[in-house]
């Protein structure tokens, strides 16, 4: 399969965190691309397979394949984009204000996703998932609460959306009325269009029961 | 090549369960109020309360000796020829300085490194290290070209944020003590079987072409973790041979955990 240079493709789960910020950042891009769904459970997990490690071989999703390269490694693969498709912005110009975007975004793909991903969860056992997943995103979301109380304005940082970290934890059943300003960003993220086309529950791999 | 085989995990046993059910209720503080924690206190050092940042004073590194993600950033900063000082906060000792109410305030999410720099405060290594890419952008630690950058990029995130993250301190004291060395390797031995296939279409010298970039300031210190956590390198012929090209850097040695200020006496080159 030529490595997307006609039509980018991108490898995804609907559910995915990860995949979703991408799939974010190609919308408000205004970017077509081919889906290939990767259903992380089925079959043991799709992401396992011989043709899909040789694409990741993290094995996880997403990975883009664009312009005749494949990149994973989500934030890897919107700064890419950034670069080669710089309209509309996804980071600021302002050096300082990057750092910010920049501190952000880390923080939520470094410091809280990998430690409720799947694999992770599978490690720590079943009876124990929840609480692990919950300490993950409460610690983060207690730093981040902070942090966004002198970085945000509309939206994360001031008032242009920026590197999209949106996330949806309701699934781990984190109580976020302890987070004002994460929520009420997170609100008015939601209703643009372009978390909403690329919204878990609209995805081509969405399953009948959890589709919008 | 045979790929080594991740242990599998058998759950937490009853007792660390026990363990760590109490570590998520003391630890899982609100924004509001921080755990009450003995203020830091470093005598010979300064106090991040006295330090305004400033455009007449050097950068400010909040930095841990063995810390693989304050490495990076002394890396970076020696590569630069940035002068800094270091403020070290040990993770270990009164109940670990990270947790004290002043550097939570500085970052809050409790980790080395950070960096006040140019009157901002900085923290997430890479964001740090991109920072300094921006505004001192010779010598360069990403390429020019996009797709080249993107390698970096996917190089550099892998490791900090697929395969630290998982063995850090803090994850590692909720695993507990009777699983702690499997649960690092694992993540370390994940990570590399993939570093070390990747690498293999895009390393020259080192890990993308022949320029030293901010993957190989990623690089270099998770090879450091691998050995602390007895991990067998052998398997990633790649991988050591370019941390060991890359050892002998002069911006590698000055920095390197065994030669800095807060470097315990027993650990010292």
Request: net charge positive; aromatic share 8%; hydrophobic share 35%.
């Amino acid at each position: 399969v030529e490595a997307g240079f006609h039509h980018p493709i991108l490898y995804s789960y609907f559910r995915s965190s990860c995949s979703w910020r991408v799939r974010i950042a190609l919308a408000l891009k205004g970017i077509d691309y081919e889906t290939v769904p990767i259903n992380l459970i089925k079959d043991g997990g799709q992401q396992f397979s011989k043709d899909f490690q040789a694409l990741n071989p993290m094995k996880q999703v997403p990975a883009l394949k664009i312009d005749g390269i494949t990149i994973h490694q989500s934030l890897a693969i919107i700064e890419y984009l950034e670069e080669t498709r710089p309209t509309p912005r996804l980071l600021p110009q302002d050096p300082k204000k990057r750092a910010s975007v920049r501190m952000i975004s880390d923080l939520i793909a470094g410091g809280i996703q990998p430690l409720q991903n799947l694999s992770v969860l599978k490690q720590v056992g079943e009876e124990f998932q929840l609480t692990w997943a919950q300490n993950a995103i409460i610690s983060g979301f207690n730093a981040l609460e902070q942090i966004l109380q002198s970085t945000a304005g509309t939206y994360c940082v001031g008032d242009e959306v920026s590197c999209p970290q949106v996330f949806l934890y309701y699934r781990f059943k984190v109580d976020c009325t302890l987070y004002p300003t994460i929520s009420s960003i997170n609100k008015r993220l939601l209703v643009l269009e372009a978390f909403q086309v690329t919204h878990p529950c609209r995805q081509p791999d969405t399953p009948t029961e959890l589709r919008a | 090549m045979r790929e080594p085989k991740i242990k599998e995990g058998r759950g937490l046993s009853k007792v660390m369960q026990s363990w760590f059910l109490h570590q998520v209720q003391t630890r899982c503080q609100l924004p509001a109020r921080s755990t009450t924690q003995t203020t830091a206190s470093q005598p010979g050092h300064a106090l991040w309360g006295d330090t305004k940042p400033g455009p007449s004073r050097s950068p400010i590194l909040y930095s841990y000796f063995r810390s693989s993600c304050s490495w990076r950033v002394r890396i970076a900063l020696a590569l630069k020829g940035i002068d800094y000082e270091t403020v070290p906060i040990n993770l270990i000792k009164d109940g670990g300085q990270q947790f004290s109410k002043d550097f939570q305030a500085l970052n809050p999410m409790k980790q080395v490194p950070a960096l006040k720099i140019d009157g901002i405060t900085i923290h997430q290594s890479l964001a740090i290290i991109e920072y300094l890419e921006e505004t001192r952008p010779t010598p360069r630690l990403l390429p020019q070209d996009p797709k080249k950058r993107a390698s970096v990029r996917m190089i550099s995130d892998l490791i900090a944020g697929g395969i630290q993250p998982l063995q850090n301190l803090s994850v590692l004291k909720q695993v507990g003590e009777e699983f702690q060395l499997t649960w690092a390797q694992n993540a370390i031995i994940s990570g590399f079987n993939a570093l070390e296939q990747i690498l293999q279409s895009t390393a020259g010298t080192y890990c993308v072409g022949d320029e030293v970039t901010m993957a190989d300031l990623c690089l270099v210190p998770q090879v450091a973790n691998a050995e602390r956590f007895k991990v067998d390198c052998t398997p990633y012929p790649t991988i050591s041979s370019i941390n060991k090209r890359l050892l002998v850097l002069e911006a590698f040695q000055v920095t390197h955990p065994c030669r800095q200020p807060d470097t315990p006496t027993e650990l010292r080159a």
